[in-house]
Nanobody, 118 residues
Framework: QVQLVESGGGLVQAGGSLRLSCAVSGRTFSSYAMGWFRQAPGKEREAVAGTSWSAGSVYYADSVKGRFTISGDPAKNTVYLRMNSLKPEDTAVYYC???????????WGQGTQVTVSS
């Protein structure tokens, strides 16, 4: 069983940066496709970034391209989402997710709140 625990959310001013962490237990994260989703109040959950860890397999939503970066640290079995140049519209609960490569995400973390003030 895979467990995902997010951390690193908080309140930041527009233009600032945050790094979200997703601690993975139960499996090595690189054996799964990993992703980050977010859900703002009154809106549907949307994909932000994802990767299956092979060359050319990274996805970013158009709204975050050039500002967000997904990465992983094998020594800590942790996946990160680095978020730069944050905007108020980035305010949401951010979720880490994992799943078999080439299939649907089927493991989700509890979420971490990111609030960007203008």
């Amino acid at each position: 069983q895979v467990q995902l625990v997010e951390s690193g959310g908080g309140l930041v001013q527009a233009g600032g940066s945050l790094r979200l962490s997703c601690a993975v237990s139960g499996r090595t994260f690189s054996s799964y496709a990993m992703g980050w989703f977010r859900q703002a109040p009154g809106k549907e959950r949307e994909a932000v970034a994802g990767t299956s860890w092979s060359a050319g397999s990274v996805y970013y939503a158009d709204s975050v391209k050039g500002r967000f970066t997904i990465s992983g640290d094998p020594a800590k079995n942790t996946v990160y989402l680095r978020m730069n140049s944050l905007k108020p519209e980035d305010t949401a609960v951010y979720y880490c997710t994992a799943g078999p490569k080439g299939s649907k995400y089927n493991y989700w973390g509890q979420g971490t709140q990111v609030t960007v003030s203008s």
